[in-house]
């Protein structure tokens, strides 16, 4: 088979998913409608000079995945803005990206599917800097390519595709588009290395404008899209032999010129000369030039949806875009910007965004550093419809509310109790649960309390009382029992700990970030 | 901390077990929340006709599916294809209905033939649509958006399942898929479709590491449900939640009874050949749901994958082929038993059909034009639409004159009764009025 761009690839007998989608209705929403934006209320973008403790949570929970107590000191020594430049600088991790690489994949120049998500959940799960992989991911839903282009001697071009989105979007848009547009697995997604003078392919043309850069006809004509069909050809998937060495083949994405349509175009009502393989940065370069306000627009209202609120007023985006643009289209000072304004930080953004699976999942798993093997997580993932380097088409992944489909919030609960099933799984040993709670706080309130915190999950007074009445009861075969919350007996603890980990980790609370 | 005894909240929505199902239906803020209760039915609803469709994922080959015994269309075949024609000796007849009379079977359609001795089966012959592209993904877009540009319907859900729900099936189960993923058929469903794997994966676990504490869990977890105020977001989450969980319960409850009726039929199931069990227990879960009372309007199943038989066809395609008709004949069994033939119709759809001339590979190569096929009680059997010519075999492609549009349409308006005016706002370059229905 070849590989889908919509729908599921079916790889293997499993679990598969249950949500949908709904681009048609409003842009990257997936609600399916049925609420009215508010009035346009702008927004103020100037920075924060002081956060609250709610603060904090907000933004943690926002641009990482979950709280862990070791960011939140970090925040607190280094205050917002040196937080966020130390982010935004990418520092690079040489012994954990060692370490993901050597566990998970067996050899490097054929790494299977799986290998290459594990590869990435790893460094998901145990990353320093969680907000590189929050932001990779951005890209990787907004760029979406899925690794099932790939035919298996290929695989290894996952690497490069994988590494584009978690260490070269901090710099100028242009850059980017460009890096996008010739990466080897895009090119072969979205047909690019088909695309020749003779039958130039529209898909990339068409979805380079459509979902990567200006949205949905805004901007672009069927006649543009030809034209930029014509300018995007000229690569070509190549077998080589012995690639490798000692026997083993591979394939290569080259230039080919012969291919190439190098007539002059006419795009945007403007000129496009024959320039040969130049002609793709010229083609993001007179988009820019052309459509600069509608493409900021796009991308800026874009991320506002994932770190902010939905629906962000046209003011609001325009004076993100106006900056963008001003910056020459400088990523690291958009994200800079969006995240240490006051509107980032205004009750609207607090009222919570739905949480993907991989917020889900992934924050879990940091918070509680409960883990279990990851065939076990890749699993529940698929179940989920959200396996890294599988999105289910160009479109990427749902949005918003259409996570909560009703199989897809089974398999969250489902989810949380593998990770309590599965307690004798490696990544367990000595595993225990007490671990969570800080000396001094065993109470057992102090115990709900803390691990509400650090879930940010926010309790109605009733549903705290009866957390904290769990921790003082069990059950037997027929009926609850009385047993009085010990936190000095290490199985007790462990288990109505775990037991409270499962009950918060289902607070509708904990569905969003 | 005071030692009170345990006392459950309100858990009025989700008594374990309860018949009564109700699925996701959660929009932003606006509640569309559409629970629907109902009594646990061992029968289909009566007189509610449902659409079934069965999706050939990779695009079958048709021309191997149906194909001819005589004359010069045979002469044509055998020339095109020298080492993978089938031979008449091979085929299937199809005497025993209207319009193919020089034409078979692919021999492991035997079900199929009956189907069509019995005057239930409809072959609709070239269906297509215009400026075909031998893409999977754009064919693919194709069918399931209902449009020629599947992005290109401003305003409207991209999925034309999607678009007939919300116009005529908007309940929580009124459109359901099975075993295919996300399909983009769905796509923009107001209601949050159930789109499912199996029944079996749609099931809160237990948790027998922590066996009787667990359960203890799971009802701290219902009563903080119920607790949770409405309002906001939090609140709609909470709503959808226990309506997963209720719905969870009403589908396993649907499997359970009909497990319970104890007369379904036989569903071919994994076996050492990977093309085969695959659909199978999709129609039983679907035969399930239908036994169990659901409301649901169009089903949608299918063989996720392995018709793109590039090279070595053979055995492969008899192998797809062969789980097909076996699973279709468990499900006619079955909907004949719970008398539900009638009220029920199955399209079987791919998106595309394959070169007519065979590649370097013995095997065939991305086309256009191709069969649908349609049966059930109700069904006017026999050749519709137009029959393959020589002329059209000697060309490259099979040419398409019944646009799927139509099909969809047909099945929308003369079989569910509804009507599908303005589900697929295209122009259409051919327009063909059916009467399969």
């Not at chain 1, 889900?360 to 798993?365: A, F, K, R």
Request: proline residues 4%; glycine residues 10%; hydrophobic residues 40%.
């Amino acid at each position: 088979m070849v590989p889908r761009r919509c729908s599921t690839a079916f790889i293997a007998p499993a679990l598969f998913v249950f949500i949908f989608v709904c681009s048609a209705c409003g842009g990257s929403d997936g609600s399916g409608g049925g609420s009215s934006p508010p009035a346009d209320p702008g927004g103020d973008l100037s920075p924060m000079t002081s956060l609250s403790d709610a603060d904090k949570a907000h933004f943690l929970n926002r641009t990482h995945f979950g709280i862990r107590p070791t960011e939140l000191a970090s925040l607190n020594a280094m205050g917002l803005e040196a937080y966020v430049d130390w982010m935004l600088s990418m520092p690079v991790d040489a012994t954990l990206e060692a370490t993901a690489k050597s566990t998970h994949i067996t050899d490097a120049d054929y790494p299977g599917g799986n290998e290459l998500m594990y590869w990435w959940l790893h460094l998901m799960f145990h990353s320093q800097n969680p907000f590189q992989e929050n932001l990779a991911l951005f890209w990787h839903d907004h760029f979406a390519a899925s690794q099932d282009a790939l035919v298996g001697d290929n695989n290894w071009w996952m690497y490069a595709h994988v590494e584009l989105w978690r260490k070269q979007t901090t710099g100028k848009l242009r850059d980017l588009l460009y890096k996008m547009a010739t990466d080897w697995l895009m090119l072969v997604w979205l047909n690019g290395v088909e695309s020749t003078a003779t039958a130039p392919n529209e898909n990339f043309a068409r979805e380079f404008w459509e979902l990567f850069t200006l949205g949905a006809d805004n901007g672009y004509s069927q006649a543009d899209i030809v034209q930029g069909a014509r300018t995007f050809t000229g690569y070509r998937s190549v077998f080589v032999p012995n690639y490798f060495g000692a026997g083993r083949d591979s394939r290569v994405v080259q230039w080919d010129f012969s291919r190439h349509d190098n007539g002059s175009k006419t795009i945007f009502g403007q000129t496009l000369n024959g320039n040969g393989a130049a002609e793709y940065q010229d083609l993001v370069d007179l988009t820019l030039a052309a459509r600069g306000t509608q493409v900021a627009s796009y991308l800026c209202r874009k991320l506002w949806e994932y770190w902010g609120y939905r629906d962000p007023g046209a003011s609001l985006v325009n004076d993100l875009a106006q900056g963008f643009i001003a910056s020459g289209f400088d990523l690291k000072l958009l994200y800079k910007r969006i995240l240490m304004s006051k509107e980032f930080f205004s009750a609207r953004a607090k009222a919570g965004l739905v949480k993907n699976v991989l917020h889900h999942h992934v924050g879990y798993l940091r918070t509680t550093r409960c883990f279990i093997n990851m065939q076990r997580i890749d699993f529940s993932l698929r179940g989920c419809a959200q396996e890294p380097t599988r999105p289910p088409s160009v479109n990427g992944w749902p949005k918003h509310n259409a996570w909560l489909s009703s199989q897809g919030l089974i398999e969250r609960a489902n989810f949380l109790r593998d990770c309590n099933f599965y307690k004798t799984d490696p990544g367990q040993t000595g595993y225990d649960a007490g671990s969570l709670i800080p000396s001094g706080q065993t109470g057992d309130a102090q115990v709900v309390d803390h691990l509400c915190w650090l879930l940010n999950v926010r309790l109605e007074t009733a549903q705290r009382d009866r957390c904290i009445l769990y921790l003082n009861q069990d059950r037997n075969t027929t009926s609850v029992v009385s047993q009085p919350w010990d936190f000095s007996n290490a199985t007790q603890r462990d288990k109505k700990i775990r037991g409270l980990l499962y009950i918060l980790g289902q607070h509708p609370t904990y569905q969003l970030r | 901390m005071t030692n009170q005894s345990y006392s459950p909240a309100r858990r009025n929505f989700l008594r374990a077990g309860a018949a009564g199902a109700g699925v996701v239906a959660l929009g932003a803020y606006g509640n569309r929340h559409l629970p629907f209760s109902r009594p646990a039915l061992a029968a289909p609803l009566a007189n509610h006709k449902r659409l079934v469709v069965i999706n050939l994922v990779g695009g079958n080959d048709g021309l191997n599916t149906v194909f001819p015994d005589s004359g010069a269309v045979q002469s044509a075949y055998l020339a095109r294809r020298p080492g993978l024609a089938m031979s008449a000796a091979q085929g299937l007849s199809l005497a025993g209905g209207p319009g193919l009379a020089g034409w078979r079977l692919h021999p492991a359609l035997d079900s199929f033939q009956a189907i069509w001795n019995a005057g239930q089966l409809a072959i609709v012959g070239k269906v297509g649509y215009p400026n075909e592209n031998l893409s999977h993904f754009v064919s693919e877009d194709i069918w399931s958006s209902g449009a020629r540009n599947g992005v290109a319907l401003a305003g409207m859900a991209r999925g034309w399942i999607a678009r007939y729900a919300n116009a005529w099936a908007g309940t929580a189960t009124g459109v359901v898929s099975v075993g295919m993923g996300r399909k983009l058929d769905f796509e923009g469903a107001t209601n949050y479709p159930l789109l499912i794997a199996s029944l079996a994966a749609f099931n809160l676990k237990n948790d027998s590491t922590y066996g009787n504490n667990h359960i203890l869990r799971v009802s701290v977890v219902q009563d903080n449900l119920a607790d949770q105020p409405a309002g906001n977001l939090a609140g709609e989450i909470a709503v959808a939640q226990q309506s997963a969980q209720a719905a969870a319960a009403g589908v396993q409850a649907a499997g359970a009874t009909y497990t319970a009726w104890g007369m379904g039929a036989t569903y071919p199931t994994a076996s050492t050949n990977p093309f085969t069990g695959r659909l199978g227990p999709s129609l039983r879960d679907i035969a399930a749901m239908i036994y169990g009372g659901f409301d649901t309007r169009i089903y949608y199943t299918g063989l996720p994958g392995g018709f793109d038989t590039h090279s070595a066809q053979e055995p492969m395609h008899t192998q797809l082929l062969t789980d097909l008709d076996d699973a279709i004949a468990a499900f006619r069994t079955d909907l004949l038993a719970m008398n539900a033939w009638n009220d029920t119709v199955i399209l079987v759809v791919t998106e595309f059909g394959r070169r007519n001339y065979q590649n370097g590979s013995a095997g065939t190569d991305h086309g256009h034009g191709n069969y649908c096929f349609v049966m059930g009680g109700a069904v006017t059997g026999g050749l519709h639409g137009d029959a393959i010519t020589a002329a059209d075999i000697n060309a490259e492609y099979l040419p398409y004159t019944t646009d799927y549009r139509d099909v969809y349409r047909h099945m929308l308006e003369d079989h569910l009764g509804h009507s599908a005016a303005g589900l697929f706002p295209e122009s259409q370059p051919i327009t063909r009025t059916l009467s399969i229905l």
